[in-house]
């Protein structure tokens, strides 16, 4: 699967701002998706999964704020940010994993995810 991310860009706080990952070469099957992010000086954290039928699991710093979904037919995940904090300043990286049917992708680490886009850098001041 190659992934593309956008919609990354420079925000003032309180704001809102969504990113979007366009797969491509993917083969029909059940896959974990995930956003991912990288602060400056800091390791790469998770931030949302979703699984192939729709279940979504959030780190405790975006709960409520981020909202994690995808659109099978345009082949894209997206990452809908409300409410954007300074610490939210990072690069967004989305994940993919062809895994076996019924796996559910909460607790997955990085490593498990072998497809990962160039990342998307938000910042928020």
């Known amino acids: 699967v190659q992934l593309v991310e956008s919609g990354g860009g420079s925000v003032q706080a309180g704001g809102p701002l969504r990113l979007s990952c366009s797969a491509s070469r993917y083969t029909s099957g059940w896959y974990c998706l995930a956003w991912f992010r990288q602060a400056p000086g800091k390791e790469r954290e998770g931030v949302a999964t979703i699984d192939d039928d729709g279940h979504t699991n959030y780190a405790d710093s975006v709960k409520d704020r981020f909202t994690i979904s995808k659109d099978n037919v345009k082949g894209t995940l997206y990452l809908q940010t409300h409410s954007l904090k300074p610490e939210d300043t990072a690069i967004y990286y989305c994940?993919?994993?062809?895994?076996?049917?019924?796996?559910?992708?909460?607790?997955?680490?990085?490593?498990?995810?072998?497809?990962w886009g160039p990342g998307t850098q938000v910042t928020v001041s």
């Open positions: 994940a993919a994993e062809s895994v076996a049917w019924g796996i559910r992708c909460v607790g997955r680490r990085q490593d498990e995810y072998s497809d």
